[in-house]
């Protein structure tokens, strides 16, 4: 995907075997790089920084679901070991932390290995803006699918990194213990629409979408205006 900005490019690389979406963001003058929702194949993600001469900046997080922050340590350990320096690792609202100290429990659960518990160096927090490469990602937090889940989203761009908030065509769900469908429909409604149907979303799943077509043919929104 073409960024708007100059020199801005995304890919995007399914990991896990639930194929969730992990975005790459980078310039290419000079390699500066951020990656969202590190969710596992940390040697995928290692090999495509290094054919493409990245300097991974930072690791943001949406949630804490293993699919999503399960692979962040061995990225991690991974970079340093080709002699670079740790990325900035940005988690999600810190109502998400039992969900990153719980990702070996997780996996289990799955019968997958090869994830592990993730450490951030800070949470998100509502309202913020974190500035990476020239971009502006602004935090928001919209819980239901977890407590601390967030989206980011780069308004002057016109993109948002969604995670499993809002998909093409369906939601998150919340069919966990923590899960609260009614406030994440709301979170959807209050949050994000209003933010303009041009705004093209980068789910944790699935193809892209954007708000506008989300807003008239997601059937969970359909009353949303």
Same mark, same amino acid.
């Given at each position: 995907m073409q960024v708007s900005y100059p020199g801005m490019q995304l890919r995007i690389v399914p990991v896990t075997p639930f194929r969730q979406n992990c975005s790459i963001l980078w310039h290419e003058g000079t390699g500066g790089c951020i990656m969202v929702d590190v969710g596992g194949d940390a040697d995928v993600?290692?090999?495509?920084?290094?054919?493409?001469?990245?300097?991974?900046?930072?690791?943001?997080?949406?949630?804490?679901?293993?699919?999503?922050?399960?692979?962040?340590m061995a990225l991690c350990r991974g970079l340093e070991a080709q002699g670079k320096s740790r990325p900035a690792v940005i988690g999600p609202d810190e109502r998400d932390?039992? %969900?990153?100290?719980? $990702?070996?429990?997780?996996?289990? /659960?799955? @019968? !997958?290995?090869? +994830?592990?518990?993730a450490s951030v160096d800070r949470f998100a927090r509502d309202g913020e803006v974190l500035d990476y490469l020239g971009c502006q990602l602004r935090v928001v937090h919209v819980p239901g699918h977890t407590p601390g889940?967030?989206?980011?989203?780069?308004?002057?761009?016109?993109?948002?990194?969604?995670?499993?908030?809002?998909?093409?065509?369906?939601?998150?769900?919340?069919?966990?213990?923590?899960?609260?469908?009614?406030?994440?429909?709301?979170?959807?409604?209050?949050?994000?629409?209003? %933010?303009?149907?041009? $705004?093209?979303?980068?789910?944790? /799943?699935? @193809? !892209?979408?954007? +708000?506008?077509?989300?807003?008239?043919?997601?059937?969970?929104l359909q009353d949303a205006h």
């Open positions: 993600l290692l090999d495509f920084a290094s054919r493409k001469s990245l300097n991974v900046e930072a690791i943001v997080l949406t949630h804490g679901h293993l699919d999503h922050a399960g692979g962040v932390a039992f %969900l990153l100290s719980s $990702i070996t429990d997780q996996a289990r /659960h799955f @019968g !997958l290995t090869g +994830l592990e518990n889940h967030v989206v980011l989203v780069d308004e002057r761009a016109r993109f948002a990194f969604v995670g499993d908030v809002l998909f093409r065509g369906s939601v998150g769900r919340t069919d966990f213990a923590y899960g609260n469908g009614a406030q994440l429909i709301e979170g959807i409604r209050q949050k994000l629409l209003p %933010l303009g149907d041009d $705004i093209v979303i980068v789910p944790g /799943h699935g @193809g !892209l979408s954007t +708000l506008g077509a989300e807003r008239t043919g997601n059937p969970f």
